[in-house]
């Protein structure tokens, strides 16, 4: 079977020449990269999960539960807002969650309207569902307004629009009344992705609380940051229950398994302790935000658990000097910008220390850069 290539098979048009996603994976003494919660449950909290799968295993040789409604049940009391079992939909990551939302609203001859610089998986959903995505920038302090976002959505005739808050990956937020007055304007589907909310000043500020006024509005989570579950893979969307049915059209039979449906539901019985570091990672961010500031660099104001710091001539060499460090990165967002995830302080001290030491050639490579293009 060798000497057989990707390029041998019939792809799809779009697929050939694509590459999977994927931030690195590499094992290196400080991960601060792709956004996780660093810290891991406590032994009785694994305990627990260690049961319940058990308890799952024994009915292995059955299907579970299609509806997950304890799970579902268990992850309305977690939000609040008055919502129940039929506000919630769950899925193997939000990614999934958003792939179903393509698949129920978007399709051949349907476009999403997404707001850049954003999360790279967004054309990715789009691509994988034959859905049309375009695009509209955001303002220089990469927000965006009711009035730009309605006249994009005009523009470009969207049928589903996502407007990420904190966005990823530039941390910033859109106010709940911006996106109460784009529902009030338009009739597309509007996702409002709030990945990254519980590590914002105000939490509880959520589009969550515009959903009885607005029933075509779709507030998307994830258990992956906030949670420390991002190995569990756990997704969810908070909508009107018709969203939901649409959702029940397209998934596929029995999608979230046994074991997936019990650790959740587990986790989210202790989501004090789940949830415990979440002020402290918050703190970090903010405080490392101001610590590059003081060093010189740019720095995006951010309300998630990572942050935007810049701008580098060669972002790259910045990236692999740090890589090199010890200290692994993530390379996204604007040109110039590397984009690094709230630690635990001693992650956060390591990582002080390997960019002091990176600084000084990356600065000049910038003055070298600015005095070349001035010339």
Same mark, same amino acid.
């Given at each position: 079977m060798s000497g057989f290539e990707l390029s041998d098979l019939p792809l799809r048009p779009e697929l050939v020449g694509e590459e999977p996603y994927g931030a690195p994976q590499l094992d290196v003494p400080v991960c601060l990269n792709v956004n996780e919660n660093p810290y891991a449950p406590s032994s009785s909290l694994r305990d627990a999960m260690g049961k319940a799968v058990a308890e799952a295993a024994v009915r292995i040789n059955r299907y579970p539960d299609r509806e997950a409604l304890e799970l579902r049940t268990a992850l309305a009391d977690y939000l609040g807002f008055g919502l129940g079992p039929q506000n919630i939909w769950a899925a193997n990551g939000s990614n999934e969650v958003m792939t179903q939302l393509l698949q129920a609203f978007g399709g051949p001859g349907r476009t999403l309207l997404g707001f850049t610089p954003t999360y790279s998986m967004y054309p990715e959903y789009a691509r994988n569902t034959h859905t049309n995505y375009v695009t509209a920038p955001r303002d220089e302090h990469y927000a965006i307004s009711a009035e730009a976002i309605v006249t994009a959505a005009r523009e470009h005739k969207a049928d589903v629009i996502i407007i990420t808050t904190p966005n990823n990956p530039t941390g910033t937020t859109t106010p709940v009344s911006v996106i109460d007055e784009v529902c009030s304007q338009l009739d597309c589907i509007v996702v409002v992705d709030e990945a990254y909310q519980e590590f914002t000043e105000i939490p509880d500020d959520s589009a969550i609380a515009l959903l009885p006024r607005h029933p075509r509005l779709v507030v998307t989570r994830t258990m992956s940051k906030a949670f420390s579950y991002a190995g569990g893979r756990l997704g969810y969307l908070a909508a009107n229950p018709a969203v939901v049915d649409a959702c029940r059209i397209i998934r596929l039979p029995y999608h979230l398994s046994g074991p997936s449906q #019990?650790? #959740?539901?587990?986790?989210?019985?202790?989501?004090?302790?789940?949830?415990?570091?979440?002020?402290?990672?918050? *703190?970090?961010?903010?405080?490392?935000?101001?610590?590059?500031?003081?060093?010189?660099?740019?720095?995006?104001?951010?309300?998630?658990?990572?942050?935007?710091?810049?701008?580098?001539?060669? *972002?790259? #060499?910045?990236?692999? #000097?740090?890589?090199?460090?010890?200290?692994?990165?993530?390379e996204t967002g604007p040109v110039g910008f590397l984009r690094v995830s709230a630690g635990t302080p001693d992650e956060m001290a390591a990582f002080r220390d390997a960019l002091l030491d990176v600084l000084p050639a990356a600065q000049r490579m910038s003055t070298t850069d600015t005095e070349g293009a001035d010339s």
């Open positions: #019990a650790l #959740a539901v587990v986790a989210l019985k202790h989501s004090a302790e789940m949830l415990q570091q979440v002020s402290q990672l918050r *703190r970090e961010c903010q405080q490392l935000q101001q610590w590059l500031r003081e060093h010189g660099l740019e720095v995006v104001p951010s309300q998630a658990n990572f942050c935007l710091f810049g701008r580098f001539a060669d *972002r790259h #060499a910045v990236w692999q #000097a740090l890589l090199d460090h010890g200290a692994l990165v993530r």
